[in-house]
T-cell receptor, first 117, second 114 residues
Framework: AQKITQTQPGMFVQEKEAVTLDCTYD???????LFWYKQPSSGEMIFLIY??????QNATEGRYSLNFQKARKSANLVISASQLGDSAMYFC??????FGGGFKTIFGAGTRLFVKA | GAGVSQTPSNKVTEKGKYVELRCDPI?????LYWYRQSLGQGPEFLIY????????DSGLPNDRFFAVRPEGSVSTLKIQRTERGDSAVYLC????????????FGSGTRLTVV
């Protein structure tokens, strides 16, 4: 079963506008973590933002914020004031308990964001 | 080192050959992860090491895939009898034990099986 669902294969946004990238997840663990990563065309994976399942406040990191709606199991990424350099693939990910102890992170299929000048 | 280092950056091999992919994590990071990323898809979990031991190898697709981390630092992913379907980018990541702040990924090894 799909644990991380990103329903938008591609998104367009005008430079300087805000954009929301959708992510829903499925888990039965009471404690989990949610992440967003950026992957530019160069291929490196860049960690953007983290939200813990018990965190009361939505996470923010500069122009990135995570809209965490626990009851709906959604963790959307909001990018404010888009820049041309934001054009990239964006992956939502969830940390879950590993059966061997510790944690592992699983990733969604990604959303490709195109920022237009 | 300052970041996660993966070698080689590119590897082309013939079907049926054996390959080794190396990952040198950030110094002091006890957790090390291997992922495989096919074109247009998200990274797919393969195996996770905590120290020297493989804590979770549930993502390895079959017994042709094996990974080691003998001294708790450098890890090697080994693929026997390679198949064309093994072609992908193999990503390595490391994190501190807490792991709350995301992984640091290497630049990956692009494996092409011809």
């Amino acid at each position: 079963a799909q644990k991380i669902t990103q329903t938008q294969p591609g998104m367009f946004v005008q430079e300087k506008e805000a954009v929301t990238l959708d992510c829903t997840y499925d888990t039965s663990d009471p404690s989990y973590g949610l992440f967003w990563y950026k992957q530019p065309s160069s291929g490196e994976m860049i960690f953007l933002i983290y939200q813990g399942s018990y965190d009361q406040q939505n996470a923010t990191e500069g122009r990135y914020s995570l809209n965490f709606q626990k009851a709906r199991k959604s963790a959307n990424l909001v990018i404010s004031a888009s820049q041309l350099g934001d054009s990239a693939m964006y992956f939502c990910a969830m940390r879950e308990l590993s059966f061997g102890g510790g944690f592992k992170t699983i990733f969604g299929a990604g959303t490709r964001l195109f920022v237009k000048a | 080192g300052a970041g996660v280092s993966q070698t080689p950056s590119n590897k082309v091999t013939e079907k049926g050959k054996y390959v080794e992919l190396r990952c040198d994590p950030i110094s002091g990071h006890t957790a090390l992860y291997w992922y495989r990323q096919s074109l247009g898809q998200g990274p797919e979990f393969l195996i996770y090491f905590q120290g020297t031991g493989a804590a979770d190898d549930s993502g390895l697709p079959n017994d042709r895939f094996f990974a080691v981390r003998p001294e708790g630092s450098v890890s090697t992913l080994k693929i026997q009898r390679t198949e064309r379907g093994d072609s992908a980018v193999y990503l390595c990541a490391s994190s501190s034990l807490a792991g709350n702040y995301g992984y640091t990924f290497g630049s990956g090894t692009r494996l092409t099986v011809v």
